[in-house]
Each structure stands twice: as structure tokens, then as C-alpha cells.
């Protein structure tokens, strides 16, 4: 019988999953169906019970509902815990193990996508929200040299300072108290690309040779993007490759393979540029 596993969100309609997942299992052999679920934004629980009660074995969890597949999971893996944020769920006999990939899959990308090593570099995480929350774990594993978080409100970086402090050398700025500083690496975790606007950080960040990276994608650069261009960030990168890779994280768990990443990015790059 077909395995089945979908994306749960809301809204869901934009959702490049399906598209990922159907390419990795294609690619590998498996059989399986992954569908996207619209859950109404009070029905998250019942919309996976009855994902679990038709045969699900495994759920992708997008915007708004981490934090509460969070509180759904039996267990969670470490990087699930410390993130305090599910985006994968599977079904196993013992109960629902929550996990977060996000935060591989924006390490994966640096890594093996855009050539971007993060050992030893000094690297700028704006942002702290929860995607922010779930790549500082993964990002101290890399053994950066230094981490800052900054964030428009600078009281909810310095709370993440405090939750991550055992974890590396960890330090929390507001905005305006980076100047003066420099990076290698300079992550945007925030929202403000879905609005077209650009985090406003005083310029002079950018090291020689740095790189911009925003985890929102789109056609052409966001603004974050454009604003490190102009101010000099040497390599420009979007979130699609976090994407695929986060995906492909999750296939793993659940399928025990390790798909290629890079054909399925390929073409959802090649989409995004005709579209
Ligand atoms: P949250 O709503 O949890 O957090 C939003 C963050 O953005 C906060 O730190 C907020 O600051 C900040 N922010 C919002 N607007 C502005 C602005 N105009 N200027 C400066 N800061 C701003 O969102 P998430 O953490 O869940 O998601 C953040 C982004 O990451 C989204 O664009 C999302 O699409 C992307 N993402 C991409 C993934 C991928 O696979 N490529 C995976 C996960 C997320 P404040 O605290 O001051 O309000």
C-alpha cells in the first residue's frame, strides 16, 4: 500500500513540498503520496488526527502551526527541543516524534550548495522569531568563531542569548548597535522580505568577501538581498536551496534515504526565473 504524508499549514495553496517530496520519491524509488492540507487555524490537532486515522505516517508542518506540533509531539529529536519548534512530525507505534530540519537545511545549503563554510567565521543571524530559533543550534554546531543575533526588538535577541548560552559564544545586539561591526556570514531570519522591506541595519556589516543570505526566496533578489548587494556583500544567496534541503531532511527520517538535492533545485530555480 501507497505511504501517505502531506504538508499541513495556513495558508498551504503556495506550497512547493508536494512538488519536492513527489521529485524525491521518484528520484529514490519510494511509493508514497504527499498531499498539502489546508488545517482551519483552530483545527491543527484534528486535522492530524485524522491524517493518523487514515494511514499518514508522516507530516511536513508549516506557518502558523510549529509551535504547536511542537506540544503535539510525544518525543522530539535534540534539535527539535532546543528549537522548541516542529516543522516535521512522523507516526510511529510509540507515539508522534517531533523534529525541526530547518535548521540542516540552512546548513546543508551554506555548506554544499553555495560553498560557504561557517567554521571560524563570524556570522550575523537577524531575527528572532522562529525560524531564527531553529538554526542557532545548528549554526554553533559548525564552530563559528563568534554568533550574533540582532533583532528590531532587541529584548526577544537577548532572550535567545540566554537560552542558547551554553550552547557557544553566543552574544544579542539591537539593530543599531552592529555598527562598527563586521561579518563573514549575514543570515536573514526575519519576515520583513514577505513585505518587500529590508531590515534596517546600518551599512559597513559586510566583510570582503562575506555572504548575504535571506531565507525568503522569490524572482530576482529580495530587498534584503538588494540592500547586501549595495552595501557589499560579496556572494548573494535566497532560502530555495533551505528549502529542498529541509525537505530532504524530512525524507530521510522518514524514509531512511538520502535523496539528491541538487536536480530538485535545479528546477525550482529554472521555475522561478521564467515565472
Ligand atoms: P516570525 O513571525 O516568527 O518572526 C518574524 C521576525 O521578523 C521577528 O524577529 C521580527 O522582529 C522580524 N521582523 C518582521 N518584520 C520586520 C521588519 N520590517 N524589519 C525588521 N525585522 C522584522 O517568522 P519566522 O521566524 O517563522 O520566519 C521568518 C522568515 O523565514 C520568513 O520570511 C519565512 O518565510 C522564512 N523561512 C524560510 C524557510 C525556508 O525553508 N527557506 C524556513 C523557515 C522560515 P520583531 O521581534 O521585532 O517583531
Known sequence: MTDRYAVIGNPIAHSKSPRIHAAFARQSAQDLDYQAILAPLDRFAAAVAEFIAGGGRG?????????????LADHHTARAAAAGAVNTLKF???????DNTDGAGLVADLLHNIGCPLAG???????AGGAARGVILPLLDQAPVSLTIANRTASRAAQLREAFAEHGNLAARAFADLAGHQFDVVINATSASL????????????APGSTAYDMMYGRGLT??????QAQGAGRLADGLGMLVEQAAESFQLWRGVRPD??????ELAGDLQRA
Open 59 to 71: 507530516m511536513n508542518v508549516t506557518v502558523p502551526f510549529k509551535l504547536e506540533a511542537f506540544a
Open 92 to 98: 510511529e507505534q510509540g507515539g508522534i516524534l517531533g
Open 121 to 127: 567565521k563570524r556570522l550575523l543571524l537577524l531575527g
Open 195 to 206: 513585505a518587500g522591506a529590508a531590515p534596517a541595519i546600518p551599512p559597513g556589516l559586510y
Open 223 to 228: 530587498a534584503f538581498l538588494a540592500a547586501a
Open 261 to 266: 538535492t541538487r536536480p530538485v533545485l535545479a
